[in-house]
């Protein structure tokens, strides 16, 4: 009966780090995906490494091919388990080899090129995770549902409505939640057609009827064989390839998450997964003590305040802030903002030592008299006096000297510099 316990300490887990993250850009021009800064003081790789570890799963691989070096130091500095452990988490970067010399080409294909690695380590199971994605998640739970069903495979997967599942894989499941179909990203009603879950499956787990598609969420839990079986070499993406070639000849079931999920792609979906942080009932937090996420301990002072007036929004350690009016936003780890007003505005902060800014440049943080609405502030970048960032008439893309606009959204690039007057 507990077979189950028993099987997850030797749950090996694979965590894909992403391409070039080009959707992401320019947050993704000097680091990887996973290594992007989330939450005032976190990296994005904290919370599949975080929720993996409360699940008892401690043997972790990180597959990454662009701008490693950040999120390398990152999980060399951060994670440290004890000697007599088997816990670690490794960086297997894409490398030339006898075999092969291209870089990854897909999600299954930096799975595949690593095989070896994984199938060395011991246990029988491999759990595959996105290192984009902000949600707490008890994989045990999953591999229960695995061992128990005896599955091949087993899917995360997330109820959604119709207009949700456009832009995700779609499985159908029979009334024991064994998929029978995956469909990714329908478009059309008729590309749709006939993908909904059963009344009596959806009520058995409580979920209303307005959310009737399941989605995948990129997390696949494989027995050995049968990922060395479906990651042919013709194959480059799970979603697009591996899941569906697997579905007809190995028993895939399905196992439903219905809480908070938010797949971290897009600078848009970066931004709102942090304006749902700042929600005066927010969707989703870091504060549950039960189930904390860890990160690199900084040993930061208390931030230091002075005449402002904060409403609904995050302040992590180490930041300077005076005369300021701060509302529904995030302010990073070292952030400094003098007399200025910050509106639906994520700052990220500084680096324990930020480079030298060219001659004449502002200091790193936000100058005085400046006003910052929907924004994106990346490490030790330089605000000057009075720089205007407004919502009114701003286009969804465009590119300038030291910012850009993706989604809508005005993102100042790390290191960049906005000088004293500028209006964006």
């Given at each position: 009966m507990n077979e189950w316990k028993d099987r997850l300490k030797d749950v090996i887990v694979v965590i894909l780090g992403g391409g070039r993250g080009s959707r992401l850009d320019p947050l993704t021009r000097r680091r990887s995906k996973p290594a992007?800064?989330?939450?005032?003081k976190y990296r994005l790789i904290d919370i599949p490494v975080s929720n993996a570890v409360h699940s008892g799963m401690e043997r972790m691989y990180v597959l990454t091919q662009y701008n490693s070096v950040s999120l390398h130091r990152h999980i060399t500095q951060t994670y440290k388990f004890d000697l007599f452990s088997r816990g670690f988490v490794q960086i297997l970067a894409a490398q030339q080899t006898v075999s092969d010399e291209r870089w990854f080409q897909g999600t299954a294909d930096a799975v595949r090129r690593n095989l070896e690695i994984i199938m060395e380590a011991p246990g029988?199971?491999?759990?595959?995770?996105?290192?984009?994605?902000m949600?707490?998640?008890?994989?045990?739970?999953?591999?229960r549902d695995h061992v128990m069903r005896e599955a091949d495979v087993t899917l995360g997967v997330l109820p959604c409505s119709e207009d949700e599942i456009a832009g995700f894989g779609a499985v159908r499941v029979d009334d024991t939640g064994r998929i029978v179909e995956f469909r990714e990203k329908p478009q059309s009603a008729d590309a749709r057609e006939g993908m909904q879950a059963s009344r009596a499956l959806l009520e058995k787990q409580g979920i209303s009827d307005d959310r009737p598609y399941l989605a995948s969420m990129g997390i696949y839990l494989f027995r050995k064989h049968v990922l060395r079986a479906g990651l042919d070499n013709s194959l480059i993406d799970f979603g697009h390839d591996v899941i569906p070639a697997t579905v007809d000849d190995n028993r895939i079931q399905a196992h439903l998450f219905n809480g908070y999920w938010r797949d971290i792609g897009t600078i848009r979906s970066f931004f709102d997964?942090?304006?749902d942080l700042v929600d005066p009932d927010p969707p989703f937090d870091f504060y549950d003590p039960n189930w904390m996420f860890y990160t690199h301990p900084r040993y930061l002072p208390g931030s230091r305040l002075s005449g402002c007036k904060f409403q609904h929004s995050l302040l992590a350690g180490g930041a300077i802030i005076n005369d300021s009016e701060i509302e529904e936003s995030v302010i990073g780890i070292r952030a400094v903002v003098n007399r200025a007003t910050l509106r639906r505005t994520l700052i990220m902060g500084s680096e324990d030592f930020p480079p030298a800014g060219p001659a004449g440049a502002p200091p790193v943080g936000v100058g005085e008299g400046s006003v910052i609405e929907n924004?994106?502030?990346?490490?030790?970048?330089r605000i000057g006096k009075n720089v205007q960032i407004r919502t009114e008439s701003r286009p969804q893309e465009a590119d300038?000297?030291?910012?850009?606009?993706?989604?809508?959204?005005?993102v100042i690039p790390k290191n960049a510099v906005v000088p004293d007057g500028t209006v964006i």
């Amino acid at each position: 009966m507990n077979e189950w316990k028993d099987r997850l300490k030797d749950v090996i887990v694979v965590i894909l780090g992403g391409g070039r993250g080009s959707r992401l850009d320019p947050l993704t021009r000097r680091r990887s995906k996973p290594a992007v800064p989330m939450a005032g003081k976190y990296r994005l790789i904290d919370i599949p490494v975080s929720n993996a570890v409360h699940s008892g799963m401690e043997r972790m691989y990180v597959l990454t091919q662009y701008n490693s070096v950040s999120l390398h130091r990152h999980i060399t500095q951060t994670y440290k388990f004890d000697l007599f452990s088997r816990g670690f988490v490794q960086i297997l970067a894409a490398q030339q080899t006898v075999s092969d010399e291209r870089w990854f080409q897909g999600t299954a294909d930096a799975v595949r090129r690593n095989l070896e690695i994984i199938m060395e380590a011991p246990g029988d199971l491999v759990l595959i995770l996105s290192g984009d994605h902000m949600y707490r998640m008890d994989y045990s739970a999953m591999v229960r549902d695995h061992v128990m069903r005896e599955a091949d495979v087993t899917l995360g997967v997330l109820p959604c409505s119709e207009d949700e599942i456009a832009g995700f894989g779609a499985v159908r499941v029979d009334d024991t939640g064994r998929i029978v179909e995956f469909r990714e990203k329908p478009q059309s009603a008729d590309a749709r057609e006939g993908m909904q879950a059963s009344r009596a499956l959806l009520e058995k787990q409580g979920i209303s009827d307005d959310r009737p598609y399941l989605a995948s969420m990129g997390i696949y839990l494989f027995r050995k064989h049968v990922l060395r079986a479906g990651l042919d070499n013709s194959l480059i993406d799970f979603g697009h390839d591996v899941i569906p070639a697997t579905v007809d000849d190995n028993r895939i079931q399905a196992h439903l998450f219905n809480g908070y999920w938010r797949d971290i792609g897009t600078i848009r979906s970066f931004f709102d997964a942090h304006m749902d942080l700042v929600d005066p009932d927010p969707p989703f937090d870091f504060y549950d003590p039960n189930w904390m996420f860890y990160t690199h301990p900084r040993y930061l002072p208390g931030s230091r305040l002075s005449g402002c007036k904060f409403q609904h929004s995050l302040l992590a350690g180490g930041a300077i802030i005076n005369d300021s009016e701060i509302e529904e936003s995030v302010i990073g780890i070292r952030a400094v903002v003098n007399r200025a007003t910050l509106r639906r505005t994520l700052i990220m902060g500084s680096e324990d030592f930020p480079p030298a800014g060219p001659a004449g440049a502002p200091p790193v943080g936000v100058g005085e008299g400046s006003v910052i609405e929907n924004a994106i502030i990346d490490l030790n970048a330089r605000i000057g006096k009075n720089v205007q960032i407004r919502t009114e008439s701003r286009p969804q893309e465009a590119d300038g000297d030291g910012w850009v606009i993706r989604d809508g959204i005005v993102v100042i690039p790390k290191n960049a510099v906005v000088p004293d007057g500028t209006v964006i």
